[in-house]
T-cell receptor, first 111, second 117 residues
Framework: QKEVEQNSGPLSVPEGAIASLNCTYSDRVSQSFFWYRQYSGKSPELIMSIYSNGDKEDGRFTAQLNKASQYVSLLIRDSQPSDSATYLCAVATPGNTPLVFGKGTRLSVIA | DTAVSQTPKYLVTQMGNDKSIKCEQNLGHDTMYWYKQDSKKFLKIMFSYNNKELIINETVPNRFSPKSPDKAHLNLHINSLELGDSAVYFC????????????????FGPGTRLLVL
């Protein structure tokens, strides 16, 4: 069974700090990796995608992928209170399958 | 303007009733999905359609019946509602069903908050 694991949190960081969110996945053939942000009462919103080993930066967000360790992470630099949300890691595997989601990590950025 | 839309946004109903949720996407995508998100925020896939054809049918009670009249619409009908059906139901769409190979992802609608009393 394909699984995506995340710490549920809450992860509390002070404003301006770096928030580090982690995700591991069980299926070695997974090829695409996504981070979604979900504010309370809202729908998941795609914020980052990564397909190759290494780092991918987009503004204050950096996604990191290590396929050998089956590990994906999301770094949020200069964290703001508006970053407080649940972050969902999602993984795509080859074939006719939907994304597999982790249970999400709740991030709280304290002003 | 909305890419993936759902109606209604909120649904409060009594146990035993039958209700429907509608979803429409204007992205030109071929594949649509229904997810259930419980109180612990876990997103669980229920169904997926590709060009009106059912391609994924997870272990869901047969009180739940999806229908896709065309590739831009996916509806969910629920018979004999139970307390445990209370959740947020999200519709999503993607360009194609083979997400990994094409580096595609899914885009979510705003959700329908269902409360069964």
């Amino acid at each position: 069974q394909k699984e995506v694991e995340q710490n549920s949190g809450p992860l509390s960081v002070p404003e301006g700090a770096i928030a580090s969110l982690n995700c591991t996945y069980s299926d070695r053939v997974s090829q695409s990796f996504f981070w979604y942000r979900q504010y309370s009462g809202k729908s998941p919103e795609l914020i980052m995608s990564i397909y190759s080993n290494g780092d991918k930066e987009d503004g204050r967000f950096t996604a990191q992928l290590n396929k050998a360790s089956q590990y994906v992470s999301l770094l949020i630099r200069d964290s703001q209170p508006s970053d407080s949300a649940t972050y969902l890691c999602a993984v795509a595997t080859p074939g006719n399958t939907p994304l597999v989601f982790g249970k999400g990590t709740r991030l709280s950025v304290i002003a | 303007d909305t890419a993936v839309s759902q109606t209604p946004k909120y649904l409060v109903t009594q146990m035993g009733n039958d209700k429907s949720i509608k979803c429409e996407q204007n992205l030109g995508h071929d594949t649509m999905y229904w997810y259930k998100q419980d109180s612990k925020k876990f997103l669980k896939i229920m169904f997926s359609y590709n060009n009106k054809e059912l391609i994924i049918n997870e272990t869901v009670p047969n009180r739940f019946s999806p229908k896709s009249p065309d590739k831009a619409h996916l509806n969910l009908h629920i018979n004999s509602l139970e307390l445990g059906d209370s959740a947020v139901y999200f519709c999503a769409s993607s360009q194609d069903r083979v997400l990994a190979e094409l580096r595609e992802t899914q885009y979510f609608g705003p959700g329908t908050r269902l409360l069964v009393l």
